[in-house]
């Protein structure tokens, strides 16, 4: 089955700088990739996903690129603020038709004003 | 924007009872979801629901959990006798599209 792996576990950065997120996962046959954020006592909240036939895909602040050769997908947030700060989980599809997603351990961001 | 409601927000429970988690999806969502996350760890996925039945079901949910959409709306997971164990975070999930999931807030399960 799937296995996904997130690093780093804990990321902390000043605020206004870039931070990078990577997953690996082992299915070459998984063709999506979401990215979700967690605040604390929240549930995960979908923020950006990306689907195997795009190498890259942005939406403000938030870019997802792919490297399906290389099994792997990052997430980046550039001028970090405060509010970035959160657990980011990636994920991808368990294999079977169930629709479910495999997760990684997820990245505790810290932005520090 | 629409959201995933669940209830209850907190639910404190004896080991051996009955609990009921309930989720109302998106209105035009078709594919429903079950994970739980324990305390500082990842999310894992329990079960998915689609047509009206069980798609996939993992090693976790075994006989003592059950799902249902008692009435075409809720979403209900049940855990029939609760064990310490099953103490963690349990979020719905829904979506249009099979792999799309909008999760809700959670319910905090305590099993004492």
């Known amino acids: 089955g799937e296995n996904v792996e997130q690093h780093p576990s804990t990321l902390s950065v000043q605020e206004g700088d870039s931070a990078v997120i990577k997953c690996t996962y082992s299915?070459?046959?998984?063709?999506?990739f979401p990215w979700y954020k967690q605040e604390l006592g929240k549930g995960p909240q979908l923020i950006i996903d990306?689907?195997?036939?795009?190498g890259e895909k942005k939406d403000q602040r938030i870019a997802v690129t792919l490297n399906k050769t290389a099994k792997h997908f990052s997430l980046h947030i550039t001028e970090t603020q405060p509010e970035d700060s959160a657990v980011y989980f990636c994920?991808?599809?368990?294999?079977?038709?169930?629709?479910?997603?495999?997760f990684g351990q997820g990245t505790e961001l810290s932005v520090k004003p | 924007e629409p959201e995933v409601t669940q209830t209850p927000s907190h639910q404190v429970t004896q080991m051996g009872q009955e609990v009921i988690l309930r989720c109302v999806p998106i209105s035009n969502h078709l594919y429903f979801y079950w994970y739980r996350q324990i305390l500082g760890q990842k999310v894992e996925f329990l079960v998915s629901f689609y047509n009206n039945e069980i798609s996939e079901k993992s090693e976790i949910f075994d006989d003592q959990f059950s799902v249902e959409r008692p009435d075409g709306s809720n979403f209900t997971l049940k855990i029939r006798s609760t064990k310490l164990e099953d103490s963690a975070m349990y979020f719905c999930?829904?979506?249009?599209?099979?792999?799309?999931?909008?999760f809700g807030p959670g319910t905090r399960l305590l099993v004492l």
């Open positions: 994920a991808a599809p368990g294999g079977n038709q169930g629709g479910k997603l495999i």
């Open positions: 299915d070459s046959a998984s063709n999506y």
């Open positions: 990306i689907r195997s036939n795009v």
């Open positions: 999930a829904t979506g249009q599209a099979r792999e799309t999931q909008y």
